[in-house]
C-alpha cells in the first residue's frame, strides 16, 4: 500500500506535558525508530529546527533546546507559526512528520488551535501527545490542577515512569478516568512505538539514509543497557483492511462517527465506487480529528479500498466486521446525497461546517 497521506500535507504532533515529564525522552526516542524518517521539530518556546533521523539524539542534545522566551502558545500567534511550518514543510526540507515540543507550561489548547488554524496546505493536524510523570502525577495535579483539563484534550496519553511509580496500575486507572477517548499508553523511558504517530518510512526514498531495519539495530544511548533492549515496551493493536468492493459513504461516516475508544489512527484510500467514479478518497483520523481528501485514480492501480486502523486495546475481529460492513450493495444508482457526510470532512469543501473535522 502506498503513502497514506497526501505527498503535499505534512502530519504537526503537539507534544505537551509538564516540567520533567518525560518529553525530550519521547522526541530523542521517536527519532531513533523514526524508521528513516525525517523529523521537524519546533521545540519548547519558539524557533525551528530540522532534524534527520540518522542524528538521533545528538541534534537536540540531553535538553530540550531553548530558542526564546515564554511559552510558544503566549509568544507565537498562528501565523507566526506558519513561518516555521513554511520552512519545515518547504518540499526541499524533506519533512515528513513535524513534532510541536511545548514549554512545561504551555496551555495544549491553545497549540492545537493553532495548528487547527493554521493555512499552510502543507500540514495537517496530527494529534495532541500528553506525557505524564507517573511517578509524580499526584504532586503534579496538586500543583497544577489545569493537567485534568489537559488530559481531556489529548489523543494519546502517555503515562511515563511507570517503573518508578510504587501504585502504577491506580495511576493508570486514574488517567484513564480522566481522559475523553484518548488512547492511554504506559511506557518506561518514554518508550512508545511510534507507529501511534506517525509512517516509519519516509515518503519518498532518500539516498545514503539507513533503512528501516538498520535503523531499529542501532543501539539508543539514553535507554538502558537491559534484557529489553529493542523491544518496545508499548505495543499496539492494528488491523489492515482490504475490499474490492466499494464503500457505501453513509455507512462509512456512521463507523467513523462512532470509533471506539483505544482506535487512535486511521489511514488509507477508500473507493466509493459510483459515488465517485473518478476520484479516490484518502483518509486520515488521528484521535477525533478526521480529514478526506479526494485525488484522482491513479490509472495504473486497482481499485481499492485499503484501511490501516492503530490503536491499543482495539478489538480488530469485531472491527474488521464492521467495516465489512460498510461495503455497497451495489446498489445500480448511487443515493445523490450519500456523499455529504464526507464532504463534511473535506477541507475547502462547501459541505464542510467550521471545524467539522474535528467535531466526530
Keep these: 500500500m502506498g503513502n497514506s497521506r497526501t505527498p503535499q500535507q ?11 515529564s518525560g518529553k525530550t525522552t519521547l522526541l530523542n526516542h521517536l527519532l531513533h525508530r523514526s524508521g528513516g524518517s525525517r523529523i521537524g521539530a519546533i521545540v519548547n518556546d519558539f524557533g525551528a529546527i530540522e ?41 526541499a526540507a524533506g519533512i515528513d512528520v513535524i513534532v510541536i515540543e511545548a514549554s ?22 496530527g494529534g495532541l501527545v500528553e506525557v505524564v510523570d507517573a ?41 484513564r478516568s480522566l ?34 531495519d538498520d535503523l531499529h539495530d542501532l543501539h539508543d544511548p539514553h535507554e538502558p543497557d537491559d534484557d529489553h533492549h529493542g523491544h518496545l515496551h508499548t505495543g499496539y493493536d492494528s488491523l489492515s483492511f482490504t475490499s474490492d468492493v466499494p464503500m457505501e459513504p453513509r455507512r462509512l461516516i456512521r463507523f467513523l462517527d462512532s470509533r ?22 484518502a483518509v486520515h483520523a488521528v484521535g477525533p480529528f478526521l ?27 469485531a472491527l474488521g466486521e464492521e467495516l465489512e460492513g460498510c461495503k455497497s450493495d451495489d446498489a445500480p444508482h448511487a443515493d445523490e446525497h450519500g456523499m455529504w457526510g464526507v464532504l463534511r470532512y473535506v477541507q475547502g469543501s462547501e459541505e464542510e461546517p467550521d471545524a467539522a473535522a474535528y467535531a466526530v
Design 179 to 212: 481522559t475523553d477517548r484518548a488512547v492511554v499508553v504506559p511506557a518506561t523511558y518514554a518508550r512508545v512505538d511510534p507507529e501511534f504517530l506517525f509512517d516509519c518510512r519516509p515518503s519518498e526514498e532518500r539516498i545514503g539514509q539507513l533503512s528501516f
Design 51 to 91: 532534524i534527520d533521523a540518522m542524528a538521533v539524539a545528538g541534534a537536540l542534545g540531553d535538553s530540550t533546546v531553548s530558542l526564546g522566551n515564554g511559552c510558544l502558545c503566549c509568544a507565537v500567534d498562528a501565523s507566526e507559526l506558519d513561518v516555521y511550518l513554511d520552512r519545515l514543510a518547504a518540499p
Design 135 to 175: 511517578a509524580e502525577f499526584d504532586g503534579t495535579r496538586a500543583r497544577h490542577p489545569e493537567i485534568d483539563r489537559h488530559l481531556a484534550l489529548a489523543d494519546l496519553v502517555v503515562v511515563n515512569k511507570l517503573d518508578r511509580a510504587p501504585d502504577a496500575d491506580r495511576v493508570l486507572r486514574l488517567v
Design 291 to 317: 480529514r478526506f481528501y479526494p485525488e484522482p485514480w491513479p490509472p495504473a492501480d486497482a481499485r481499492l479500498t485499503q484501511l490501516v486502523l492503530i490503536g491499543s486495546g482495539i478489538e480488530a475481529d
Design 260 to 281: 471506539p475508544e483505544g482506535l487512535y489512527r486511521i489511514k488509507g484510500y477508500v473507493d466509493f465506487g459510483p459515488y465517485d467514479a473518478v476520484n479516490r478518497y
Design 104 to 125: 512545561g507550561l504551555a496551555e495544549p489548547q491553545e497549540l492545537v488551535r493553532m495548528v487547527l488554524a493554521s493555512e499552510h496546505p502543507g500540514i495537517v493536524y
Design 10 to 20: 505534512i502530519p504537526v504532533i503537539v507534544l505537551a506535558g509538564f516540567l520533567g
